[in-house]
């Protein structure tokens, strides 16, 4: 198989021509190979590759397993391989290897999916960009001085480059949607606890985080979820292995109530400007879905945009503390030795200074929010929304500057980062972080599935993704929606051709 045609398929196209026998499975990974040897080096989305190991796996795939044999890649971030290298996009881990593979892998293997390396992912995923300084920034494949986005920009940026079909990402607080916005991708992340973290891990983020992919197509994310979804032993969320959201593809959703905003609540506390080229995306999605029969209605979700970010931004101060705990434990290095990025730790010291009382008061507004949007969705089926204020930042743009990292170190003085937080810092750490990507962190803290649909490019060239927020559980009416308007758009053949 020649690599241009390897690169017209989708996972199940593949999957398909390997159990009718058009193609074997060492060919499809020998093409796989060849397009990441041949332009990893211009996309820097692959940190490390496996090839040889992959070859092994592949060997010892059940046949008529769901993926029988694609190639696929997991991001450099919780998604273990037992025994190889996992470095969180930190040099601080860069010879840290996980002990067991997690849930996660076992299952991708048990699906037929061959891992062929890991991608790209800004330090510990902290980033909405993808620029570790351990490792070489990931280029957008539409535009090479564009940033794919984070913290699955390697990811994003391996699928619309064409080197895998689909790539493995998670999503802490838009880690999905925003790299698949950018990249001109389908990004969906599920509901809280749909797809299981163990054995490393229980929760992440207090539940914020939630592993899955960035895709070509809905069906290839629909039938990775029927795969790998389910609790597993140990799970503190309690959800059962369902079946049926590839077979909610096979009929179009009953007419939808859908309501629809530009995220003013939610930006305009921060000072979001969104660009005209989103405000099109989401007007054009409404018309879009209006002439689909469904019901659409302007109306902003009724929350408070500055609670939303501080509370986000509480928790992720807290938890950042914590796994600098943990990489202390896993290497025996101090904490004041560890080899991390200047804003990591600056961020990390406000979070030691963090009273236990406003971080137990944040996580309780994650859940008074999540009653308030609960109650939104019992008049509305869903939102439909921006995923981010503008089309993606040219690379460098958003990193902290020189001068910035210069104040942030004056963190390390006794007794600063109290009085930093108490000063406001923290109003504006969310103004500097979340301006540009407000809209993403709502549906991290209440749980809900949410998605990113590639509807619009400017005339620039560049993709710009629509967000739309289900209720609780409810991601077969997602992705019949998803697979609805993918059917009267066809995205996939706009994607990015590499010279």
Request: with cysteine.
């Given at each position: 198989?020649?690599?241009?045609?390897?690169?017209?398929?989708?996972?199940?196209?593949?999957?398909?021509?390997?159990?009718?026998?058009?193609?074997?499975?060492?060919?499809?990974?020998?093409?796989?190979?060849?397009?990441?040897?041949?332009?990893?080096?211009?996309?820097?989305?692959?940190?490390?590759?496996?090839?040889?190991?992959?070859?092994?796996?592949?060997?010892?795939?059940?046949?008529?397993?769901?993926?029988?044999?694609?190639?696929?890649?997991?991001?450099?971030?919780?998604?273990?391989?037992?025994?190889?290298?996992?470095?969180?996009?930190?040099?601080?881990?860069?010879?840290?290897?996980?002990?067991?593979?997690?849930?996660?892998?076992?299952?991708?293997?048990?699906?037929?999916?061959?891992?062929?390396?890991?991608?790209?992912?800004?330090?510990?995923?902290?980033?909405?960009?993808?620029?570790?300084?351990?490792?070489?920034?990931?280029v957008n494949p539409w535009n090479p001085v564009h940033s794919p986005g984070g913290s699955s920009g390697g990811a994003a940026a391996a699928v619309a480059g064409g080197l895998v079909p689909l790539a493995m990402a998670g999503d802490g607080g838009g880690s999905i949607r925003i790299p698949a916005s950018y990249c001109g991708l389908f990004g969906l992340k599920p509901s809280r606890g749909r797809v299981p973290l163990g054995p490393m891990h229980a929760e992440v983020w207090q539940g914020a985080v939630v592993e899955h992919a960035v895709t070509r197509s809905v069906r290839d994310s629909a039938a990775l979820l029927d795969a790998t979804n389910g609790m597993d032993e140990g799970s503190p969320w309690p959800l059962l292995r369902e079946q049926g959201f590839l077979?909610?593809?096979?009929?179009?959703?009953?007419?939808?109530?859908?309501?629809?905003?530009?995220?003013?609540?939610?930006?305009?506390?921060?000072?979001?400007?969104?660009?005209?080229?989103?405000?099109?995306?989401?007007?054009?999605?409404?018309?879009?879905?209006?002439?689909?029969?469904?019901?659409?209605?302007?109306?902003?979700?009724?929350?408070?945009?500055?609670?939303?970010?501080?509370?986000?931004?509480?928790?992720?101060?807290?938890?950042?503390?914590?796994?600098?705990?943990?990489?202390?434990?896993?290497?025996?290095?101090?904490?004041?030795?560890?080899?991390?990025?200047?804003?990591?730790?600056?961020?990390?010291?406000?979070?030691?200074?963090?009273?236990?009382?406003?971080?137990?008061?944040?996580?309780?507004?994650?859940?008074?929010?999540?009653?308030?949007?609960?109650?939104?969705?019992?008049?509305?089926?869903?939102?439909?929304?921006?995923?981010?204020?503008?089309?993606?930042?040219?690379?460098?743009?958003?990193?902290?500057?020189?001068?910035?990292?210069?104040?942030?170190?004056?963190?390390?003085?006794?007794?600063?980062?109290?009085?930093?937080?108490?000063?406001?810092?923290?109003?504006?750490?969310?103004?500097?972080?979340?301006?540009?990507?407000?809209?993403?962190?709502?549906?991290?803290?209440?749980?809900?599935?949410?998605?990113?649909?590639?509807?619009?490019?400017?005339?620039?060239?560049?993709?710009?993704?629509?967000?739309?927020?289900?209720?609780?559980?409810?991601?077969?009416?997602?992705?019949?929606?998803?697979?609805?308007?993918?059917?009267?758009?066809?995205?996939?053949?706009?994607?990015?051709?590499?010279?």
């Amino acid at each position: 198989m020649e690599v241009d045609e390897y690169r017209r398929y989708d996972a199940l196209g593949l999957a398909e021509l390997i159990r009718t026998g058009e193609v074997s499975r060492e060919d499809v990974l020998g093409a796989a190979c060849s397009a990441i040897e041949a332009d990893n080096p211009r996309l820097a989305a692959v940190v490390r590759t496996r090839f040889e190991r992959a070859r092994a796996e592949a060997l010892r795939l059940v046949p008529d397993s769901p993926f029988a044999g694609v190639p696929t890649l997991t991001k450099d971030l919780l998604m273990a391989i037992g025994d190889e290298p996992l470095a969180f996009g930190s040099a601080s881990l860069a010879n840290w290897t996980a002990p067991v593979d997690s849930t996660l892998v076992t299952r991708l293997r048990e699906a037929g999916l061959t891992i062929l390396g890991q991608t790209a992912t800004p330090e510990l995923g902290l980033m909405g960009i993808t620029e570790p300084r351990a490792f070489p920034h990931p280029v957008n494949p539409w535009n090479p001085v564009h940033s794919p986005g984070g913290s699955s920009g390697g990811a994003a940026a391996a699928v619309a480059g064409g080197l895998v079909p689909l790539a493995m990402a998670g999503d802490g607080g838009g880690s999905i949607r925003i790299p698949a916005s950018y990249c001109g991708l389908f990004g969906l992340k599920p509901s809280r606890g749909r797809v299981p973290l163990g054995p490393m891990h229980a929760e992440v983020w207090q539940g914020a985080v939630v592993e899955h992919a960035v895709t070509r197509s809905v069906r290839d994310s629909a039938a990775l979820l029927d795969a790998t979804n389910g609790m597993d032993e140990g799970s503190p969320w309690p959800l059962l292995r369902e079946q049926g959201f590839l077979a909610a593809l096979e009929r179009p959703p009953e007419p939808l109530r859908i309501a629809v905003s530009l995220g003013d609540s939610l930006g305009a506390p921060l000072g979001t400007r969104l660009d005209p080229d989103v405000r099109k995306a989401v007007e054009q999605a409404a018309s879009q879905l209006e002439s689909l029969g469904h019901q659409v209605e302007w109306a902003e979700p009724p929350v408070d945009g500055e609670r939303l970010a501080d509370s986000y931004l509480t928790l992720y101060l807290g938890h950042l503390t914590a796994d600098l705990a943990w990489i202390c434990q896993q290497t025996g290095v101090p904490v004041s030795r560890l080899d991390i990025e200047p804003s990591t730790r600056a961020i990390a010291r406000l979070g030691s200074s963090l009273p236990v009382c406003d971080y137990e008061l944040a996580k309780r507004y994650w859940n008074e929010v999540a009653r308030t949007m609960g109650a939104f969705h019992r008049r509305f089926d869903v939102l439909l929304m921006p995923v981010a204020a503008a089309p993606a930042p040219r690379l460098g743009e958003l990193y902290p500057t020189p001068v910035r990292e210069r104040l942030m170190s004056l963190l390390v003085l006794p007794g600063l980062p109290r009085l930093a937080l108490k000063a406001g810092m923290l109003k504006h750490l969310a103004k500097d972080a979340l301006a540009r990507t407000p809209f993403t962190q709502l549906a991290n803290l209440t749980g809900q599935p949410a998605m990113s649909l590639p509807l619009h490019i400017t005339p620039d060239g560049l993709p710009v993704g629509v967000q739309v927020i289900g209720a609780m559980g409810d991601e077969r009416r997602l992705l019949a929606l998803a697979a609805q308007v993918e059917a009267d758009t066809p995205w996939a053949q706009h994607l990015p051709r590499l010279g």
